[in-house]
């Protein structure tokens, strides 16, 4: 364990001494800053938060762990999507599989099923789409966060404030509002290229106006977004594939009848295209080296003849797929919220749609070889099924949900404060998995109405549309209606001391309809299933209780005992029956802190410690027969952590913040085994794809030019991820070591004041790191690998009126 504290240390603090001496390079031009100009003095602005659902209150006096990002911060980030912050939130680490299949992680509490972190866009709870193992947390949307109020990351469990999902904390991305009886404008235009990549360029326009004086105003948000790829197919002859483009709308409107009375209505439309997948397969896959870590460790097919079948030129940034997997993502968020202050109380009251149509894609071909399907001219399984090859998953996944929240806050000023609540729920999702061969050139499906000779359906000479010729298909329904009535009490004993009780009951009903509309294609033979019902319910009660002693107006101590659940779920039927579906898993998160601030606000240092215990863990597993896969419950796990956040202002106009991560103990204290199901987890081994250590540093230094109403800032920011494994058991085939890395993004821009104009020109990943962000090795083949974006030269350009 020494040995690996001191290669943090020295990750750590190498890139801070880079990035401090980056920051030491500002133009001889800079001058001395006067008091009331751009360059900001005493101690860092308040950021006031509505984290507990109690209205505004100052961040440094919530005694919880929540770190808040500012708009102006956020501006400053050139935040446009989730990766550009996140890794400037200490405790906060992500999967990322490419657009809008991202698994948020706080504080290491990951693992199959459904997601553990809520993700908030205003008052609208925003769920992850089920996939194919009903596995909805690894499919969490990321909208675009232009022209953003703030983010807010409540770390630990919320399940008494924002429910059941909120299991290991929320992230919540607020809005800025209308604003009346002034008009606003502002447009921000971009371009960048990619290091061996593609160019991108973006497009961002907001303008506010009072349509009646005092009463209503408009904000409307407008944006397209062109994201470069990386990515090269080198069997299809096919560069920078990962591409992205992004549209979208974003309108709101603000009634406000009377002063205590505000009523905001919310329509955002998204629609995201996309070339193909981010991975890609990194390691010489097809040498004889004990470098191998495909076929020469894993021995699932003789070297030889994969080689001779599949060979191709792996390496960076190289995959070698059979087909297309452009991916359309189409969202939809309508909401309407009323704050009213009733003297007494305040009500809130949120009603809201979520809509989203995601069509996933990823190449079949390497599970197929895998199962022994070849091409014509090699040896197989009987029979080979050459027809088989190259195919397609394409998965059309679709959601609707209604959700209405109504609770009512005691307003401020006395020892006893309130907030009670009733939330509703009422999601629905489709899934439609099909398996198409394509056309072994374009790697597109063939036109449906000119199949090729083969396997096209149970019946010879029949099939699908959009799937003809086709290897399998299968579709499901499912529901999820949920109810919960929550609150939580504070009563001040003294001055300095609070005590706080919170509660939260929910229940949950799930229905699920699946059916297979043909067998897979290898065991045609089978008789094909019935279409298969289920119902789910569980209710659950969440409980949550904090101590709090204030020693000053700058500093407070706490103590808290919170705990966490998340649905459970059901199990889609496959081709095979699978168990009815998996219950809510749970835990306990026990931690004290400290958040202070000296020196007139110039540092702030905020601490926490953690102890959270694990059970019942949702987990990818197998019957006892090992015959067929499906999520259950099994096990149990503890993890230990520290975090710490420090934000510093040595001098005028120069900024620092730091943050770091420490979970010495993530591990399972409870073989992953049951009556029902077998996982490979055993007691001790570690949580997969969580590291030890991550911390962050960002310093900016604004300056004054010496030109009339000019003035400019360099900014730096450097995070460190550390190492993990990719499976339960390092002894596992499929192992895969995710190593440590380390980023370092650069920019540095120009304001004019008078013109309102800003320029910012930024190098991120400025030395070309290839972070381990998701590695995986399953049944097929080989190796893929999802990557941070390589170094990334751009500008950006806003004028704001």
Known sequence: MRGNISTYRRGFLSGTVSMLAFLAAVPAVAVAAESGQSVASAGFEEILVTARKRGEERLQDIPATITALGSGTLEQMGALNFADFAYQVPGLTFSDEGAGQKRYVLR??????????????????????????????????????????????????????????????????????????????????????????????????????????????????????????????????????????????????????????????????????????????????????????????????????????????????????YTRSDMPDDQQIYSLTMNWDLDWASLVATGSVYKRDYGFKRDSTWVLLSLGVRPNGFPGITPARPDLLPALTDQTQSIEQKAFEMRLNSNPGSKFQWMGGFFYRDRASSFRSYVPVVDPVTGMPYDPGVPPTGYIGPVPGTGLVDCNPCATARVNDRKIKEIAFFGEATYAVTEQFEAMVGARWFQSKQSDLGSTTFPFALFAQAPLPEADARTFKESKPILKFQLSYRLDEDKVLYALASQGYRLGGTNQQGIVAVPLGYGADSLWNYEVGTKTAWLDRRLILNLSAFLIKWKDIQVSGRDPSGAFGFIGNAGAAEIRGLEAELQARPAEGFDITAGLSWLPKRELTKDQITDQVVAPGRAGDKLPFIPAFTANVAAQYSYDLAVADWSGFVRAEYAFHGKSNSELSVASRHNRVQNSYDIVNARAGFMNTANDLDVTFYVENVFNSRGDVRVRAEDSLLTFKWTNTPRNFGIDVTKKF
């Not at 603000?254 to 629609?271: G, H, I, K, S, Y």
């Open 108 to 321: 290491g509490v990951r693992s199959a099923g459904q997601e553990q972190v809520a993700v908030y866009y205003d008052e609208v709870p925003v769920p992850g789409i089920q996939g194919a193992g009903g596995d909805s947390g690894s499919q969490t949307t990321d909208l675009k966060i232009f022209d953003i109020d703030r983010v807010e990351v409540l770390k630990g469990p919320q399940g008494s404030t924002f429910g059941a999902n909120s299991q290991a904390g929320t992230v919540r991305f607020i809005m800025k509002k209308p604003v009346m009886n002034e008009v606003q404008g502002q447009i921000k235009v971009g371009a960048n290229k990619i290091q061996d990549g593609g160019t991108g360029a973006n497009v961002y326009g907001m303008f506010n106006a009072p349509l009646v004086t005092d009463k209503l105003s408009l904000r409307a948000i407008a944006y397209y977004d062109r994201e470069a790829g990386y990515i090269d197919n080198v069997r299809l002859g096919q560069n920078n594939i990962n591409w992205q483009q992004t549209t979208g709308f974003r309108g709101m409107l603000r009634f406000q009848p009377t002063d205590n009375l505000t009523v905001d209505a919310m329509a955002w439309l998204e629609n995201r295209k996309s070339g193909g997948s981010n991975r890609y397969n990194p390691y010489d896959s097809f040498s004889a080296s004990a470098s191998n870590l495909d076929f020469v460790n894993n021995n699932l097919q003789p070297l030889s003849d994969i080689r001779r079948i599949a060979y191709f030129q792996t390496g960076d940034l190289k995959v070698g797929d």
